[in-house]
């Protein structure tokens, strides 16, 4: 915080922006989100109980809540869908890893299998897959875990993930879809995403992949025979594909639609990424169409549970029982238009801390609104990339880590440890801890002076990065650092 602004402040400045959006006040934010003096609209039941504690950066103490979980009306089937939703891409491995860091490891099946027991035995019911999802593995580990429970006993979502122009055509997409419902051993999807619209080339890479070949007519038709319960699509990028579908929303009846929405891009998302669009505006227009929004990046990709020190002093300070990641869960949760919030958990730990996130879920005050908001300036001012560790920018044809080097010097911005100067008062300690951190988190031939601006991965990546550029930037300042040039 700068010493001219306090917290509130701040939070003032943020309420006072050029958004015409930004003048509504905390209460009618609150109101606008459907939330009052009391929270209506929210079944609670399912949560068995457990002797498993919590770990991490929960206090180990903290036994898992019994028969919470708050539940979200779909209001098509009125069916009750948990408010916790079980991401299915970071499966873990043998070796202990995720599957979308290791995805040339096995999957560990028997562990998957455990995980998804104790979400279903502590409320979980909706699971989120896609064929793309752990190098393809995804939705067979999954469909194995989830057909030893009964059918009407979880809900299954899937994406028709036809990225590649090999997989554009009618024949492969459908091929595609039929082979999600063989391993997920299911003749329905319960939920069926049109998956990363918008990104790429926008409109005309939507055309193709969904119009032009007839796809999106298939998928409707096979609403109608009940094939596919909901469909909806997920949105990166570019806004005029958002924008055309949901004013399409009369002849395609969109039946959700997922978007990326924390505390930091519901005001912030352009200032992280020009190419990004504020999740206030992604979700008041589904509010206008009533339209459920299943979140995705309520973490933003792990930075907020991995936030700079003196912002986990602050985060602790208010909650000091609660961790700095149930913050960002309990604002995606809030919103009352929210059907579910997306976690991909790889070990039971984060499961056990985002189930007392939500069972119950205690929805935010309007103060701690601002309180949270205030934070998310302050998190602004750090000149992080904005990499989510996707991945869909690997492999590398070098064999570049390039998540890893993102992620690392994310991680010494946050951590204070990507020094200015040589004058810095804590150079020496920053240099080293930014140097041997770096040997220790990518191999040296996976490290980014082995860039030569191919450029192809850029074209995949959801966050529009310049990725050679950014390389190339790191690795710059790696050999000045070396050669104490800084």
Known sequence: MSKAMNATEMSNKILNSDNMKDNMDRRSFLKRLGLGASV????????????????????????????????????????????????????????????????????????????????????????????????????????????????????????????????????????????????????????????????????????????????????????????????????????????????????????????????????????????????EYLYTELEKRAIPAIIMEPLLGGRLANVPDHIMARLRQKEPERSVASWAFRYAGTPAGVLTVLSGMTYKEHLIDNLNSFCPLKPLTDEELDFLYSTADLMVQYPTVPCNDCKYCMPCPYGIDIPAILLHYNKCINEGNVPESSQSENYRKARRAFLVGYDRSVPKLRQASHCIGCNQCAPHCPQAIDIPAELHRIDRFVEDLKQEKI
């Open 40 to 279: 209506t609209g929210l079944a609670l039941a399912g949560c068995n109980s457990s002797d498993n504690k919590v770990t991490g950066d929960r206090t180990s103490s903290a036994a898992l809540p019994k028969g919470k979980m708050t539940y979200r009306t779909n209001p098509k089937t009125g069916e009750k869908v948990s408010l916790l939703g079980y991401g299915c891409m970071r499966w873990p491995t043998v070796s202990g890893d995720s599957a979308r860091d290791n995805g040339d490891d096995a999957i560990d099946q028997e562990t998957v299998n455990d995980l998804v027991d104790t979400a279903i035995a502590h409320g979980v019911n909706y699971f989120d897959t896609s064929p793309a999802y752990c190098k393809g593995r995804s939705e067979h580990a999954t469909g194995i875990a989830l057909s030893r429970h009964p059918r009407d006993t979880y809900f299954i979502a899937t994406k028709l993930s036809n990225f590649a122009p090999a997989t554009w055509s009618r024949e492969a997409s459908i091929e595609m879809y039929r082979n999600s419902l063989k391993e997920l051993q299911t003749d329905y999807i319960d939920y069926m995403l049109l998956h990363g619209v918008g990104m790429g080339d926008g409109m005309d890479e939507f055309n193709k992949r969904y119009i032009d070949n007839g796809v999106l007519d298939f998928l409707l038709k096979e609403r109608e025979a009940g094939r596919i319960r909901n469909l909806g699509f997920s949105y990166h990028g570019d806004i005029k594909v958002f924008d055309y579908l949901l004013s399409k929303h009369d002849e395609y009846k969109w039946d959700f639609v997922q978007i990326q929405l924390n505390y930091i891009d519901w005001k912030h998302a352009k200032e992280i990424n020009p190419r990004n669009t504020n999740a």
